[in-house]
Protein backbone atom coordinates (compact mmCIF):
# COMPACT_ATOMS: atom_id res chain seq x y z
CA UNK A 1 0.00 0.00 0.00
CA UNK A 2 3.20 2.80 0.85
CA UNK A 3 4.32 2.04 -2.90
CA UNK A 4 1.02 2.82 -4.42
CA UNK A 5 0.67 5.74 -1.75
CA UNK A 6 4.14 7.23 -3.18
CA UNK A 7 2.73 6.70 -6.70
CA UNK A 8 -0.27 8.31 -6.60
CA UNK A 9 1.35 11.60 -4.90
CA UNK A 10 3.20 11.79 -8.28
CA UNK A 11 0.48 11.00 -10.30
CA UNK A 12 -0.23 14.02 -12.80
CA UNK A 13 -4.17 14.26 -13.24
CA UNK A 14 -3.36 14.85 -17.14
CA UNK A 15 -1.93 11.46 -17.62
CA UNK A 16 -4.07 8.70 -18.47
CA UNK A 17 -4.89 5.60 -16.27
CA UNK A 18 -2.06 3.93 -19.05
CA UNK A 19 0.68 6.45 -18.27
CA UNK A 20 -0.52 6.08 -14.84
CA UNK A 21 -0.12 2.02 -14.11
CA UNK A 22 3.30 2.21 -16.11
CA UNK A 23 4.62 4.35 -13.99
CA UNK A 24 3.34 2.10 -11.34
CA UNK A 25 5.31 -0.87 -13.07
CA UNK A 26 8.27 1.19 -13.81
CA UNK A 27 8.67 1.76 -9.65
CA UNK A 28 7.63 -1.48 -9.12
CA UNK A 29 10.12 -2.52 -11.45
CA UNK A 30 13.14 -0.22 -9.80
CA UNK A 31 12.11 -0.77 -5.98
CA UNK A 32 12.73 -4.85 -6.99
CA UNK A 33 15.62 -4.23 -8.85
CA UNK A 34 17.33 -2.19 -6.13
CA UNK A 35 16.38 -4.37 -2.78
CA UNK A 36 18.11 -7.04 -5.24
CA UNK A 37 21.41 -5.40 -6.49
CA UNK A 38 21.68 -3.42 -2.42
CA UNK A 39 22.10 -6.10 -0.21
CA UNK A 40 25.05 -4.78 2.30
CA UNK A 41 26.50 -7.67 3.22
CA UNK A 42 29.06 -8.94 6.13
CA UNK A 43 31.60 -11.06 5.47
CA UNK A 44 32.90 -12.92 8.30
CA UNK A 45 36.34 -15.00 8.24
CA UNK A 46 38.06 -16.75 10.68
CA UNK A 47 41.44 -18.18 8.75
CA UNK A 48 43.09 -20.28 11.90
CA UNK A 49 41.54 -21.95 15.18
CA UNK A 50 42.42 -19.30 17.59
CA UNK A 51 39.51 -16.91 17.71
CA UNK A 52 42.07 -13.87 17.60
CA UNK A 53 42.18 -14.41 13.55
CA UNK A 54 38.59 -13.20 13.07
CA UNK A 55 37.78 -10.49 10.58
CA UNK A 56 35.00 -8.97 9.08
CA UNK A 57 34.54 -7.23 5.87
CA UNK A 58 31.16 -5.14 4.55
CA UNK A 59 30.21 -5.16 1.25
CA UNK A 60 27.41 -2.95 -0.26
CA UNK A 61 26.22 -6.38 -2.24
CA UNK A 62 26.68 -9.70 -2.68
CA UNK A 63 28.92 -9.94 -5.11
CA UNK A 64 31.38 -7.55 -4.14
CA UNK A 65 31.18 -9.44 -1.20
CA UNK A 66 31.90 -12.78 -3.65
CA UNK A 67 34.77 -10.48 -5.25
CA UNK A 68 36.09 -10.00 -1.82
CA UNK A 69 36.40 -13.70 -1.06
CA UNK A 70 38.46 -14.41 -4.15
CA UNK A 71 40.73 -11.62 -3.34
CA UNK A 72 41.42 -13.03 -0.10
CA UNK A 73 42.65 -16.14 -1.98
CA UNK A 74 44.54 -14.34 -4.41
CA UNK A 75 46.31 -12.04 -1.59
CA UNK A 76 47.36 -15.58 -0.12
CA UNK A 77 48.68 -16.70 -3.46
CA UNK A 78 50.38 -13.91 -3.43
CA UNK A 79 52.23 -14.41 -0.26
CA UNK A 80 52.83 -18.05 -0.99
CA UNK A 81 54.47 -17.14 -3.97
CA UNK A 82 55.82 -13.75 -3.48
CA UNK A 83 58.44 -14.20 -6.58
CA UNK A 84 55.58 -15.46 -9.07
CA UNK A 85 55.21 -12.34 -11.54
CA UNK A 86 51.38 -13.88 -12.74
CA UNK A 87 49.66 -16.33 -10.69
CA UNK A 88 46.64 -18.21 -11.70
CA UNK A 89 44.10 -20.39 -10.27
CA UNK A 90 41.20 -22.74 -10.55
CA UNK A 91 37.81 -22.75 -9.13
CA UNK A 92 38.42 -26.45 -7.35
CA UNK A 93 42.20 -24.39 -5.94
CA UNK A 94 39.95 -21.50 -4.26
CA UNK A 95 37.20 -23.88 -3.03
CA UNK A 96 39.81 -25.78 -1.24
CA UNK A 97 41.01 -22.71 0.32
CA UNK A 98 37.52 -21.65 1.69
CA UNK A 99 37.42 -25.47 2.91
CA UNK A 100 40.69 -25.17 4.67
CA UNK A 101 39.75 -21.96 6.83
CA UNK A 102 38.52 -22.60 10.53
CA UNK A 103 35.28 -20.52 9.40
CA UNK A 104 33.76 -18.50 6.59
CA UNK A 105 30.08 -16.70 6.59
CA UNK A 106 28.11 -13.94 5.60
CA UNK A 107 25.31 -11.51 6.93
CA UNK A 108 22.95 -10.65 4.02
CA UNK A 109 20.92 -7.68 4.71
CA UNK A 110 16.98 -8.33 4.46
CA UNK A 111 15.25 -5.44 3.59
CA UNK A 112 12.02 -6.63 4.24
CA UNK A 113 12.72 -8.24 7.96
CA UNK A 114 15.59 -5.27 8.26
CA UNK A 115 17.32 -8.07 9.63
CA UNK A 116 21.03 -10.11 8.46
CA UNK A 117 20.55 -13.47 7.46
CA UNK A 118 23.63 -15.99 8.04
CA UNK A 119 25.35 -18.18 5.61
CA UNK A 120 27.53 -20.47 5.41
CA UNK A 121 30.29 -21.86 3.11
CA UNK A 122 28.82 -24.12 0.79
CA UNK A 123 26.15 -21.26 0.10
CA UNK A 124 29.35 -19.19 -0.25
CA UNK A 125 30.93 -21.20 -2.74
CA UNK A 126 27.66 -21.40 -4.87
CA UNK A 127 27.64 -17.44 -5.53
CA UNK A 128 31.16 -17.44 -6.45
CA UNK A 129 30.53 -20.13 -8.90
CA UNK A 130 27.71 -18.86 -10.35
CA UNK A 131 29.67 -14.82 -10.34
CA UNK A 132 32.76 -16.28 -12.06
CA UNK A 133 30.40 -18.56 -14.60
CA UNK A 134 28.88 -14.92 -15.04
CA UNK A 135 32.08 -13.16 -15.82
CA UNK A 136 33.61 -15.83 -17.75
CA UNK A 137 30.55 -15.82 -20.21
CA UNK A 138 31.20 -12.05 -20.55
CA UNK A 139 34.42 -12.36 -21.24
CA UNK A 140 34.36 -14.58 -23.97
Known amino acids: MCIFNAVVKRWNRSETLLQFWIQVSNYLVKSIFNRKKMSHTIL ?8 ETRTYSDYETVNE ?4 VCK ?4 HLK ?14 QLFD ?9 CLV ?16 KEKIYVLLRRQAAISH
Not at 44 to 51: E, R
Not at 72 to 75: K, M
Not at 79 to 92: A, F, G, K
Open 44 to 51: LVQPGMKP
Open 65 to 68: CMEG
Open 72 to 75: IYEE
Open 79 to 92: RQNPNTPSITYDIS
Open 97 to 105: FIDQLADLS
Open 109 to 124: YQKSTNTYAPYNKDWI
